[in-house]
């Protein structure tokens, strides 16, 4: 069963970036289709988990909620089954766990809701500080 851990989680202060990381434990989940995806969403206190942006394996096609685009990037290595996101600009909206999840999604379908994914991580915590 594939497994994802997420890493790079930190404090920063407003308008500093961060990088995470997410390590899928296998390449086969990956291969041989176009459609898997690996996304990442992010979880404040009290409110509902939220997409942020998903990259499509294969492809390499990336797709981002509108409060992060232009902010945010996400980019995979294939040799290192890994995906990244690169956040900057960070805003004190932006503190909360966020999670990288995998999804099998059938072109032109791109995954943005939880529902849609399949296997998680567990989460690692980002805290921007004014």
């Known amino acids: 069963q594939l497994q994802l851990v997420e890493s790079g989680g930190g404090l920063v202060q407003t308008g500093g970036s961060l990088k995470l990381s997410c390590a899928a434990s296998e390449r086969s989940y990956f291969t041989n289709t176009r459609g898997r995806f690996v996304g990442w969403f992010r979880q404040a206190p009290g409110k509902e988990r939220e997409f942020v942006s998903t990259?499509?394996?294969?492809?390499?096609?990336?797709f981002y909620a509108d409060s992060t685009k232009g902010r945010f990037t996400i980019s995979r290595d294939n040799a290192k089954n890994a995906v990244y996101l690169q956040m900057n600009s960070l805003k004190s909206d932006d503190t909360a766990v966020y999670f990288c999840?995998?999804?099998?999604?059938?072109?032109?379908?791109?995954?943005?809701?939880?529902?849609?994914?399949?296997?998680w991580g567990q989460g690692t915590q980002v805290t921007v500080s004014s």
């Open positions: 990259i499509n394996w294969s492809t390499g096609s990336s």
């Open positions: 999840a995998a999804a099998s999604s059938l072109p032109p379908t791109i995954p943005r809701s939880v529902n849609q994914y399949s296997y």
